[in-house]
T-cell receptor, first 107, second 115 residues
Framework: GQNIDQPTEMTATEGAIVQINCTYQTSGFNGLFWYQQHAGEAPTFLSYNVLDGLEEKGRFSSFLSRSKGYSYLLLKELQMKDSASYLCAAGTYKYIFGTGTRLKVLA | DADVTQTPRNRITKTGKRIMLECSQTKGHDRMYWYRQDPGLGLRLIYYSFDVKDINKGEISDGYSVSRQAQAKFSLSLESAIPNQTALYFC??????????????FGDGTRLSIL
């Protein structure tokens, strides 16, 4: 079957680094996306991995291992505004979304 | 103006009513999607369309129908609403034909409550 697993909640301190993990099982694979979603708002695109390795975009990096069905999103220099849910999505032309990881950033 | 616009933003209605949620986009994308989001269940795909003549069921299409009136418009209908269809509904678009590797762009959502 198809499945995506992410931790439900994480807490971190302002200025710290946090890693949000995602494991996936999909019937096909074209890539893995990470989205950020603030409460009550639309998801917004953060990053995309199609090949193994690390993609870096400012304070955000995402890693993919296709052989392990594993990805992580790394957030550095955490800010209060990073408090949000982070959604992992994987698949082919129609992506399966994880339930999201709710990140709380504490002062 | 938003690139992906959903109307209405909020709707409260009664069981048995017919409801239409509308989505329009100015991004020029071929691919459009309807999702619902429930607490603890994440985003689940209801229907998707890759062009005006293409309609496909997602994982939870029962009780829903869609219409792709034009490249820019994709509407979702609940023919006879029931309370367990209470949810936050999102429309999304992505570019095609390379859409498999393109991110989806979401509208602001429609919060639907069925009493």
């Amino acid at each position: 079957g198809q499945n995506i697993d992410q931790p439900t909640e994480m807490t971190a301190t302002e200025g710290a680094i946090v890693q949000i993990n995602c494991t996936y099982q999909t019937s096909g694979f074209n890539g893995l996306f990470w989205y950020q979603q603030h409460a009550g708002e639309a998801p917004t695109f953060l990053s995309y991995n199609v090949l193994d390795g690390l993609e870096e975009k400012g304070r955000f990096s995402s890693f993919l291992s296709r052989s392990k069905g594993y990805s992580y999103l790394l957030l550095k220099e955490l800010q209060m505004k990073d408090s949000a849910s982070y959604l992992c999505a994987a698949g082919t032309y129609k992506y399966i979304f994880g339930t999201g990881t709710r990140l709380k950033v504490l002062a | 103006d938003a690139d992906v616009t959903q109307t209405p933003r909020n709707r409260i209605t009664k069981t048995g009513k017919r409801i239409m949620l509308e989505c329009s986009q100015t991004k020029g994308h071929d691919r459009m999607y309807w999702y619902r989001q429930d607490p603890g269940l994440g985003l689940r795909l209801i229907y998707y369309s890759f062009d005006v003549k293409d309609i496909n069921k997602g994982e939870i299409s029962d009780g829903y129908s869609v219409s792709r009136q034009a490249q820019a418009k994709f509407s979702l209908s609940l023919e006879s609403a029931i309370p367990n269809q209470t949810a936050l509904y999102f429309c999304a678009t992505s570019d095609g034909p390379s859409g498999d590797n393109q991110p989806q762009h979401f509208g602001d959502g429609t919060r639907l409550s069925i009493l």
